[in-house]
């Protein structure tokens, strides 16, 4: 079951939507063995705000709201429809959003059938397996959605800025977790990927803003400043990886993420636009329950 519904039929909100995109989707399996180039993330501004109503950052945040309680309700007839499975992939920066994005998009969902899952370094256990081990374990089972604070581009990210491993062994991962999307999606997992795209500064201030409030000090580790350090380099691989895993079953939406409203803004759009070209339906009851009387 090939699942791609990732084409809008609002020719307008399609048009928007491709320009936030590394390009065309790219079969993976058409190109075995060649390099792709890295895409230009400099053409995509992070201050942007394509997706505002452009009435005020008030209006934004109401269409926030109203967009998380359509997702809700849509949320529902997925569970009940069950024919489906939606894993969400979150991956930018520290401080780009990924929490926020969790409380502001998924907030109004019912924790029944929503599930997020938050990536850090792996244990030993999960180290003696394959890189991608872990990850299976954690994907959406039918009707569920699930949503990764981090992912599985960690292993094309982390090792490839510290040089763990070879350009060889950076294009053989990139393969594998397309050929491992591939199958999810197959299999009936939507995959809706999001790149959270913040600038240098306002990393510079959010990063500040943890070590200027105490209630915030919990969510600040100085190995961020050493990846801070590493910002160019980042930059860089996330350039590479874009283009390498933009699929036609897994596609990326780059989300300008300086502005939070914006950013969940953006997000919930897509998400809407996804689900609803999934022709989500109840299941019809069993015949005999129309002749039963509650008493």
Same mark, same amino acid.
């Given at each position: 079951m090939n699942v791609y519904p990732f084409h809008s039929?609002? &020719?307008?909100l399609r048009k928007l939507w491709q320009q936030w995109q590394p390009g065309q989707?790219?079969?993976?399996?058409? =190109?075995?063995?060649a390099k792709p180039s890295a895409i230009d993330l400099t053409a995509f501004d992070p201050s942007a705000k394509p997706f505002s109503l452009d009435k005020g950052k008030q209006q934004d945040k109401d269409a926030v709201f109203k !967009?998380?309680?359509?997702?809700? =309700?849509?949320?529902?007839?997925?569970y009940a429809d069950r024919r489906f499975k939606l894993l969400v992939i979150l991956q930018g920066m520290d401080a780009a959003g990924k929490d926020g994005t969790l409380r502001g998009v998924f907030s109004q969902m019912t924790p029944l059938g929503v599930r997020t899952v938050g990536w850090k370094a792996p244990t030993e256990t999960e180290k003696a397996r394959d890189y991608l081990w872990?990850?299976?374990?954690?994907t959406p089972a039918s009707g569920e959605i699930v949503v990764f604070n981090r992912s599985q581009?960690?292993?094309?990210?982390?090792?490839?800025?510290?040089?763990?491993?070879?350009?060889?062994?950076?294009?053989q991962r990139y393969a594998q977790i397309n050929d491992f999307e591939r199958m999810l999606s197959e299999t009936g997992t939507v995959i809706v &990927?999001? %790149? !959270?795209?913040?600038?240098?500064?306002?990393?510079?201030?959010?990063l500040q803003e943890r070590l200027d409030d105490p209630c915030k000090h919990w969510k600040f580790d100085e190995g961020d400043l050493k990846v801070r350090a590493q910002w160019n380099e980042y930059q860089q691989a996330y350039a590479q990886l874009l283009a390498a895993t933009h699929t036609?079953?897994?596609?990326?939406?780059?989300?300008? =993420?300086?502005? &939070?409203?914006?950013?969940?803004? %953006?997000?919930?759009?897509?998400?809407?636009?996804?689900?609803?070209?999934?022709?989500l339906k109840y299941p019809p009851g069993a015949p005999a329950l129309e002749k039963i009387k509650v008493k």
């Open positions: 039929q609002h &020719k307008p989707p790219q079969d993976s399996r058409d =190109a075995r063995g !967009l998380a309680t359509e997702l809700d =309700a849509l949320q529902n007839v997925f872990r990850l299976h374990l954690q581009y960690e292993d094309v990210l982390v090792p490839v800025v510290n040089q763990w491993i070879t350009p060889e062994q950076q294009a &990927k999001f %790149m !959270l795209h913040i600038s240098k500064d306002e990393q510079r201030q959010r036609p079953w897994a596609p990326w939406t780059i989300v300008p =993420a300086d502005s &939070k409203t914006h950013r969940n803004l %953006m997000i919930a759009t897509v998400l809407r636009e996804v689900l609803g070209n999934l022709d």
